[in-house]
């Protein structure tokens, strides 16, 4: 069966499908997806998960509704909070964040999943593009048990061969060891979603590897828009479409005004 | 006569005297706008600014930057750089101390704790330390770890807002500290807390386990201080304000469209005297509109 549903939705409801009840899942400012997608798998399965944003920490299983803010820093989160983390010291527990969950953005990413949001350009003085910075993605990206790279876009400019700074380490240079040896205690990240496809890396070269295109998308597509040479496995399936009930309770219990919907 | 407990509150012309332009000036969250406001109105210059988002930028279009201590210059609302930000960084105008959460915090501790430097992990593999020569790469003396050696930040000043405090800098933000605000006050040499309120020593007594900082240097009682931010417990941010300053700044840093720019910071931050006719410019009807729920 397929559903009629914006890509933004689809990779929600993908995302939600990956997260595990327990987890303790941290969402930064300004990705509405995986707020989506957090909130999705904490009320279709996810009784016992925490959700982490702007400091704050909650479980609001019970609620009817958790809706998206309206707002990149809606302050009002602070009504569902349990506790504010770690009363205002925030990295004195990463020892822990092996069940913590994260979702990183970029500028660009590398064939090994290193990522840059500080900038683009030569010359790091004069950027021709300059970015946000890095936030708190390199500590998380360090010591979390496992992360999501989540893109907006899919182009040659953003799928890069490497990436003009590196602010979050994926694998490195590449190499089931890559982390290790660099002494990067967490488990580094999982799949990159773009509007286009899902990827994953390859087990021992840790290279981004094409796991599903989405409906409508060509592994040509794909290809083409990816500036380096990504591992396509012989039959690439489809990303499988939101359940109706999934479906539901994204548009009616977390995304009641469509935010989503609509990109 | 016995002499008295001294009382912290400043007005805020006497505030302002504690600032002056070179300074290193920490921000909080949210950002204490009244007080960003009087840096604005006294044209300081030369600041090195820790700082993010809005509250970064907006200092950086008044011209009061020449570095900033930066993690992330977010813009918010579907602009994902601060504009201002992202111009005179582009433009070579501002020096970037790059940096993230984790190595900020670190280097907030280690001037806290008076020690050189203090060591972190997150950062290891990036290009950090490659922007940031003061970043050091170190092999760790216990176990022989690759870590960062994040260098001491000591904050000149320190403004935070809060909720209240009582009349001896004994504060208590409703709804948790903000987001660095309590590793910004231990680093820096002064501490200037802007609150919606000065309570009685007594209510502070009544649950000292909320008091978030015991000793601010000074207090400065400035209600809806933190507009166009939010103040836990009081109101909400100001959206369509936020919305007209970023629309500006955007058009002033990609356009070249620098005199809308220039008079909204004129008309918001220089002209009004005082916290006061800022405030009547805003207007109680509009202020009335952010309640919290």
Redesign the interface.
Known sequence: MTVDCSIAELLACFLARDLNDGEELQVGVALPIPEAAVRLAHLLHGPNMELVFLGARMNVHHLAQIPLPAFGWDNRVVRWTESYSDRGHRFDQVKDWHRRVFFVGGLQVDPFGNTNLIGVGSDPRRLEFRGPGSVGTPTLTTHVGRYYIVLNGHTPRLFVPRCDYVSTVGWGRGGADARRKLGLPGGGPRYVVTPLCVLDFTADEKRLRLKSIHPGVTVEQVAAQTGFELAIPPDVPVTQSPSARELDVLRTRVDPDGVLRAR | MNPERRSRVLDEATAATLLDSGMTIAIGE?APMALLRLIVRRRLRDLTVIAS?LALDLLIAAGCVRKTI????????GV???PS??RA????EIEIW??????L?SGLEAAGKDLPYLP?????????PE?NPDLKIIEDPIAG???LAVPAIRPDVTLLHAAQSDAYGNVQHY???G?L???LQRAATTCIVQVERIVANETIRANPWAT?IGRADAVVRLPWGAHPW?S?GAY??D?AFLDDYLALATRAAEHGEHAALARWIDHWCREPAAHVEYLERVGLRRLLTLH??
């Open positions: 949210p988002g930066s993690y992330y210059a977010g813009g918010g609302h994902p750089v601060a930000f992202r960084a582009e433009r070579g790059e940096c993230e959460e984790g190595i915090t972190w992990r997150g950062g290891v593999g990036t290009s950090l922007l770890q690759t870590l709804g948790g500290p987001w605000d309590l590793f978030t939010y836990r909400v941010q959206i919290e729920y």
